[in-house]
């Protein structure tokens, strides 16, 4: 699959024309995109649809507020643009109430918190050592700052989540909010039993589905929507629109999420990426969106099949999902995350390094690397293609500071891309 972009490169002729140096870093990115394997399991290739409308004149329009309610004069246009954004994203996930303003998932989950219970309130959530996510109360961030927060995490045998723990644990800590979704867990999550774990300790839920907004739209992990209160996500990773937050709810919760979106963290939203939001959620209700969906998930468990027949232990034994854990150390390759991130990206594979569960190493050096395959099946790798790049991982990383073996898989790997190309005529 490719994205075609009929007038792109009269757009970038203008930026071109502009600022030659920022034109010709636009450009540096665009060919490192084509020419790489992209394998950051939160990153995906947007159409050129959903690009072209972020370029577009919205952005240049105030609309603080929301449709039929604004503070500022001449947002009829913007109004239909939001109101069918939301439509879509409610059809999308059968909820009853959508915020699409979020200009980020980090925002998302500060406004549904800043909804969802009082400042100081106790959160029980995932742990970001074990795969959760860093606004999920990390101290450093904002939700760990004004919050009260408690971690649980995966059991230290299977690397799962041990839901009769959980629930032993919420019971004892009696938060006022369970938070559930994760950034590198390659299991399904079971929301159903969540939320019962929730009721129960008298919590509210909330969902942070930003890595699965995609494969729970395309049918293939189950939806939180019909047990939280509150659901989060990002609309760029699976989900493979802009880069950006939403929020649907239950109707009970509308007017607190709204007003905790606008004014309570946001000013004027970003009416052009609303527009291309509004645009991805048209493709993911296309039939052909769950057939990617579907691939994306069978891509994975091919690789993660190809990788461990090379030797590799994955984190809890493999994927249920988008993506997997490596675990490098002896008597896998026995180097860092860091190490791994780097001689990858010298062979032009992008990886991310990662904290793998009980990790004796700093998060800037981790003991594993994180691998999904969204972006890989959107510019149309498919399972025969899962093998020869576990084989070409296992070169790379067995010899990470051979030059000549990066340079070799280097060359396959732009071989392989050039028959996939993604914005074959950007900058044509
Ligand atoms: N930063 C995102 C990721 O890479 O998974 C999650 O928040």
């Known amino acids: ?39 950051i399991a939160s990153e995906n290739q947007a159409s050129a649809a959903v690009i072209e409308a972020m370029g577009s004149t919205l952005t240049n329009k105030y609309a603080e507020g929301y449709p039929g309610r604004r503070y500022y004069g001449g947002c009829e246009h913007v109004d239909r643009v939001e109101e069918i954004a939301r439509d879509r994203l409610k059809t999308l996930f059968g909820a009853e109430s959508a915020n699409v303003q979020p200009s980020s998932g980090s925002q998302a989950n500060q406004a549904a918190m800043l909804a969802l219970i009082p400042p ?14 860093l606004s999920h109360g990390h101290p450093k961030n904002a939700s760990g700052i004004y919050y009260q927060f408690v971690h649980y995490g995966v059991q230290p045998d299977t ?42 300790a008298g919590a509210k839920f909330m969902v942070d589905m930003a890595h699965i907004a995609g494969l729970v739209a395309g049918g293939q992990h189950p939806s939180p929507v019909p047990h939280a209160d ?20 239950k109707k009970d919760w509308i007017k607190q999420v709204n007003s905790a979106v606008f004014p309570g963290i946001q000013g004027g939203p970003l009416m052009h ?43 809890s034994g493999g994927t249920d999902n988008h993506l997997m854990l490596v675990d490098l150390r002896a008597p896998g390759p026995g180097i860092t995350g860091a190490e791994a991130e780097a001689a990858l990206g ?13 990790d004796p190493e700093t998060p800037m050096r ?6 999904g395959t969204p972006a890989i099946t959107t510019r149309g790798f498919g399972e025969a293609d899962m093998e020869t790049l576990a084989a070409w991982i296992d070169r790379v990383l067995r010899a990470p500071e051979d030059a000549d073996v990066a340079s070799e898989v280097g060359k396959a790997v732009r071989a392989l891309c050039a028959r996939h190309p993604i914005y074959p005529d950007y900058f044509a």
């Open 1 to 39: 699959m490719s994205h075609s972009a009929a007038t792109s490169a009269s757009l970038y002729a203008r930026v071109q024309g502009a600022d030659p140096e920022i034109a010709s870093l636009l450009h540096a990115e665009w060919r490192r995109q084509e020419e790489g394997i992209e394998l």
């Open 120 to 133: 100081g309130a106790t959160v029980l959530a995932m742990d970001l050592n074990h795969g959760g996510h």
């Open 159 to 200: 690397e799962r989540l041990d839901y009769d723990a959980l629930r032993d644990q919420a019971l004892e800590v009696k938060p006022a909010l369970l938070m559930a979704g994760a950034s590198a867990y390659s299991r399904t999550l079971d929301f159903e039993r969540l939320a019962a774990i929730a009721r129960e």
């Open 230 to 249: 509150v659901v989060t996500m990002t609309t760029h990773k699976t989900l493979r629109g802009p880069r950006g937050g939403a929020i649907v709810c």
């Open 273 to 315: 990426v609303i527009a291309a939001k509004a645009i991805a959620f048209a493709e993911a209700l296309q039939p052909s969106f769950a057939e990617y969906q579907a691939r994306t998930v069978r891509n994975a468990a091919a690789l993660a099949g190809g990788l461990q027949r090379h030797g590799y232990r994955l984190v």
């Open 346 to 358: 010298r062979a032009h594979i992008t990886v991310n390094k990662n904290l793998i569960p009980f």
């Open 366 to 371: 981790a003991s594993g690397i994180r691998i």
